[in-house]
């Protein structure tokens, strides 16, 4: 099947804004091609990649701060701590250890 690398990249980005994802792996779910496929089109460090990558991230830093602002306030801690720890950074992870 052929796929067009511009509409893919599109539905990537569209994913990753509208679904609020953290991960590539999540990214690709949501894509009608395979993992393989999606690295073919999109190879580490390039500039698509790590515009992706830069999306991710900040999804990843907008939860952790509404997170951090909910623990502040919360009685329910623990799960919230299981979503930060699932999207924390390795010194995050330690720290919170």
Do not use: G
């Not at 395979?34 to 990649?49: A, G, H, I, R, V």
């Amino acid at each position: 099947m052929a796929y067009d690398r511009e509409k893919i990249y599109q539905q990537a980005e569209e994913a990753i804004k509208k679904n609020n994802l953290f991960f590539i792996e999540d990214i690709v779910a949501f894509l009608p091609c395979s993992k393989p496929t999606f690295y073919d089109f999109f190879p580490k460090n390039s500039n698509e990649l790590n515009t992706l990558k830069d999306l991710l991230e900040d999804n990843k830093i907008k939860t952790k701060s509404s997170i951090r602002a909910k623990l502040w306030k919360s009685n329910r801690a623990s799960e919230l701590l299981a979503l930060y720890r699932l999207i924390a950074t390795p010194e995050e992870h330690q720290k919170l250890n």
